[in-house]
């Protein structure tokens, strides 16, 4: 088993930075790729980026947050991390962290990110 444990979120005026981090414990080995979705009060979760677990993995990102988002993994520790500059209202959401794991889809509790002046 794994489990997936999120901090970081917060109150962030517009332009603001926050940094979330996702770090997981348990079964972790068998952890391949990991992810940052959110999810806005109304609307569907969405990608924010995937990252693979490896060295010299990919790591994409959606086009809304590309310039703005840099996402830095942990290989060894299965650890995410997940530097949000430049923050805009529309970035308000609960993030979750999310893990693939044996082939199945593991997902933290989440963390509330809040843009607002």
């Known amino acids: 088993q794994v489990q997936l444990v999120e901090s970081g979120g917060g109150l962030v005026q517009p332009g603001g930075s926050l940094r979330l981090s996702c770090a997981a414990s348990?079964?972790?080995?068998?952890?391949?790729?990991m992810g940052w979705y959110r999810q806005a009060p109304g609307k569907q979760r969405e990608l924010v980026v995937v990252?693979?677990?490896?060295?010299?993995?990919?790591?994409r990102y959606a086009d809304s947050v590309k310039g703005r988002f840099t996402a830095s993994r942990d290989n060894a520790k299965k650890a995410l991390y997940l530097q949000m500059n430049s923050l805009k209202p529309e970035d308000t959401a609960v993030y979750y962290c999310n893990a693939v794991f044996s082939g199945m889809n593991v997902w933290g509790k989440g963390t509330l990110v809040t843009v607002s002046s």
């Open positions: 348990g079964s972790i080995f068998g952890i391949t790729v």
């Open positions: 990252a693979t677990m490896a060295s010299g993995g990919t790591i």
